[in-house]
């Protein structure tokens, strides 16, 4: 209790000194520019970044570069892969998505065909699915999208001088408007860029923490069991319970306390926004939405990474279920 | 009492990722390399910085530049100009120091006298004695200085680049080994360079603060009430009480608590000290010392200027006098 009312000092004179301000670039910066923003630690929208050869990727110049290959996508029946779950049981789960192989025009015709009944499909593997740090460390990086890696810069050079290190995953994201990204932080830099549909943030920085009201959850995975059948939410065995916020839908006005200021961004198209490490988020989509994403490591050193821990909070969670049981 | 809680798992964490590891630099860093360690906020021992001029600075350069020009002199009984001080009535005070104007070869020649009952000279004005603000905004800014000008850069460009402003106060130091200045901390972002003499820097980090526990004095100035009498610590009337540190030398063994951890830095000529904002400072100084320094506005957006004013504490501080009371 006592480091709770030292958060709720931090988070609102945060607020007054900041308030939702986020700095809108026309262009890219520079290193230089771009290390006294990381600096600050806030959000950026930044326009006129382009990845020129993203700009062929339709359908069909997709399935023609990728051919046959197999791709890992998550499969949900709500469109919610790593969110918190209400299980036939009557218990709240942390669940993970089915993972599907499949040939990227297979993921096309998933998706062009979803309605209210089916199954979501989401492109969203996010483990350095085009590079990742071995691909910068020089030690062999097989990716399922190596097709496309002629397409997609490893690098965006003034974030990889301004952290003088390359990224530590280059992840592509193919969902439609029925795939949601529950509310969550990482503890990277992140540089992510819109191709083609949108996404819609919701933002809250890392001393709002609190206000997501972190529980504990058990762990469960999407699976099934034949080809033909729908997916069953099966509670792990010899999973340890996963922190995760309570709040499903932040983006919905009162699912947040009123001590929460989030910051809502829409991206389009040639768009990215810098999201700074620890800084909350949620994510929706329109339909037909590609994205990439770079995650570079942040600065441990200094104070960064002991602010972060301290904002979410040490010592015992409670469990998500309490109520329930 | 909650928030001293806070601050101690902030104090120690910060300490168990960072040690006392200072960087140290053989020659100055590229405006982005600077940027990266500004982002760390930790000290950083620079060699190599030449200011090309300066190394004619001996007295007689000295005194023939500045020639008749008066400059403002601090003088103190005891070297301790700005620091906590027990008067003849038995109480601490905060005391400021006596200034006299004189040429700078007086002041040499003040030096060149003391012994250990003399008064202690130390030119330490500290307001942008070289160039001020207003210098960078172009309205005028008249220095008792003038005349050193051509040797002293106004900017460090490394440093202004890596900021994206010019200074705010650019100070020259002048003073003996009998000088002392008491444990502080600056909002401001310090560039501090050795011409000649030495200077012993005991820096703690923004979260040992509380190691220091502040205090409340009443405000003193020494004054001379005749030129041939000696200083009287005066009470002030009508002044603010002022918070300050009741650990009056940090440096010596055991007048700070066991969680402090005091990084010792000695600065020879041509070395450079970068000290982020809110790092606490005691300096002590060798013979016949000069030094240089450019103070920068610290960033006060996002989270730092948040930080370091709950790492000092809010709340009500007690006097320094009670138990004399």
Chains 1, 2 share one sequence.
């Not at 503890?187 to 504990?216: A, D, H, W």
């Not at 499903?248 to 700074?276: F, K, M, S, V």
């Amino acid at each position: 209790m006592n480091s709770n009312i030292s958060r709720q000092i931090l988070s609102s004179e945060y607020h007054d000194l900041n308030g939702n301000h986020i700095d809108v670039l026309d262009e890219p910066p520079t290193a230089l520019e771009f290390s006294r923003l990381a600096h600050i630690s806030r959000p950026v929208l930044i326009r006129g970044m382009q990845t020129p050869s993203v700009r062929l990727w339709d359908d069909e110049y997709l399935a023609a570069t990728m051919g046959k290959a197999k791709i890992s996508v998550a499969v949900t029946p709500n469109g919610r892969a790593d969110a918190v779950t209400r299980a036939p049981d009557g218990k709240l789960y942390f669940v993970e998505p089915h993972v599907e192989q499949m040939s990227i025009s297979d993921l096309f015709s998933k998706l062009s065909r979803e309605n209210d009944d089916s199954d979501v499909y989401y492109l969203q593997s996010q483990n350095g699915n085009v590079y990742s740090s071995r691909f910068f460390e020089g030690t062999g990086d097989p990716s399922e999208f190596e097709a496309l890696r002629a397409d997609i810069p490893g690098e965006i050079s003034w974030c990889s001088e301004a952290f003088g290190r390359p990224p530590d995953a280059v992840n592509l994201w193919i969902g439609s408007h029925k795939s949601v990204t529950s509310i969550h932080s990482d503890p990277y830099e992140n540089i992510y860029t819109v191709v083609r549909g949108s996404k819609q943030f919701t933002l809250l920085p890392p001393s709002e923490g609190s206000c997501l009201q972190e529980r504990m959850y058990p762990h469960g995975t999407w699976t099934r069991q034949g080809t033909e059948t729908g997916l069953t939410l099966t509670p792990s065995t010899n999973a340890s319970p996963i922190r995760w916020s309570s709040v499903i839908d932040p983006d919905i006005p009162g699912n947040l306390p009123p001590d929460a200021h989030p910051i809502c961004i829409t991206l389009e198209p040639g768009e990215t926004l810098y999201l700074p490490p620890g800084w909350w988020h949620h994510v929706r989509q329109g339909a037909n939405t590609i994205a990439l994403n770079w995650w570079y490591d942040m600065e441990m050193r200094g104070m960064a990474w002991v602010l972060l821990s301290f904002l979410r909070g040490a010592g015992p969670v409670p469990s998500g279920n309490d109520e329930d049981d």
